[in-house]
Nanobody, 123 residues
Framework: QVQLVEAGGGLVQPGGSLRLSCAASGSISRINDMGWYRQVLGKERELVAVITSGGSTNYADSVKGRFTISRDNAKNTVYLQMSSLRFEDTAVYYC?????????????????WGQGTQVTVSS
């Protein structure tokens, strides 16, 4: 299996900053898109930001100008730098990776999710 391990969540005051990381490991030939999602209790999981293997990015309107997604392909790691945090940014944040595993006999496309990390913005 492909595993995603997240780190960096915590409690922060409004206006503060946090940096999340997500490292992928396992049988991976290529990682395509990587992204960050967030979910509040009772609501659907929503896309926060996505980055392609070539470095193109897209953001939800609610985080544009405040969050930055990046990746280190050599480390199979994606990051989310969050600044100017607001109360409404409080959520469980999940990373995602779409990947391809190639063997002499098979080509497999898959998707993995991180375990989630809590971000709480409170005064």
């Amino acid at each position: 299996q492909v595993q995603l391990v997240e780190a960096g969540g915590g409690l922060v005051q409004p206006g503060g900053s946090l940096r999340l990381s997500c490292a992928a490991s396992g049988s991976i030939s290529r990682i395509n898109d990587m992204g960050w999602y967030r979910q509040v209790l009772g609501k659907e999981r929503e896309l926060v930001a996505v980055i392609t293997s070539g470095g193109s990015t897209n953001y939800a309107d609610s985080v544009k100008g405040r969050f930055t997604i990046s990746r280190d392909n050599a480390k199979n790691t994606v990051y989310l730098q969050m600044s100017s945090l607001r109360f409404e940014d409080t959520a469980v944040y999940y990373c995602n990776a779409d990947y391809i595993t190639i063997t002499p006999d098979t080509v497999i496309a898959g998707r993995s999710w991180g375990q989630g990390t809590q971000v709480t913005v409170s005064s």
